[in-house]
């Protein structure tokens, strides 16, 4: 089964790039530590794919982790501990899965790669 | 014992924020991946310290990529495969723990943040 990782920004924060990347670090580590064991080594062995995306608001991230939880996929929000550029509590970004294409692509097949 | 990750960007490739985000994720999920069980415990007992710094140049990045296996600390570098943004075998960042601080920042103490 194909498996992939989706970490989706709220980029509505317009965050820094080196800030951003840290985030989003933290987002895949996270959501990966989430995971079943199986499911982590068939990512690993098929060469972790993952994918950026983007939201516009906090809003549609909290909404994103809800109907994760919902269908039990592995699912972290990252909020920035807001010591430099945001203020403590931001939500930043979530990670989700591993998981099945399939499954990771109802929940976000409709949003737009981060460029 | 004080653990963080650090991952190392080339930035002379200057690239865009959504394709660096993923490929510093690959690289943190890669490094976490080299590193032996006690020491990733520690680490994400202790909340997943991860910095983001740069380069200049894809030779500084071997450079430490060298150092760090000479000193046996977990490192991965990041190969872009090439589909998009930079050509095939380009290296795009280097991941580095998580290990001890001190470790660390003797190989990576002179390198800027990544803003």
């Known amino acids: ?4 990782q989706v970490i989706v920004v709220n980029e509505s924060l317009k965050l ?5 990347a840290a985030q989003v670090a933290h987002a895949s580590v996270g959501a990966f530590l989430e995971t079943d064991q199986a499911i982590r080594q068939t990512w690993i062995e ?3 794919a993952k994918v950026v ?9 909290l909404r994103l982790y ?7 996929l592995p ?7 807001g010591q430099t550029v945001v203020p403590a509590g931001t939500v930043t970004c ?17 949003l737009k790669l981060l460029r």
């Open 16 to 20: 820094p790039r080196g800030k951003l």
């Open 75 to 81: 699912a972290l929000l990252v909020e920035d501990a």
């Open 1 to 4: 089964m194909l498996m992939k």
């Open 94 to 110: 979530l990670g989700l899965g591993p998981a099945s294409e399939t499954e990771i692509d109802q929940l976000t097949g409709d």
């Open 66 to 72: 809800e109907l994760a939880q919902r269908q039990h």
């Open 53 to 61: 995306l983007k939201v516009e608001t906090e809003a549609d991230l």
């Open 46 to 48: 098929s060469g972790m």
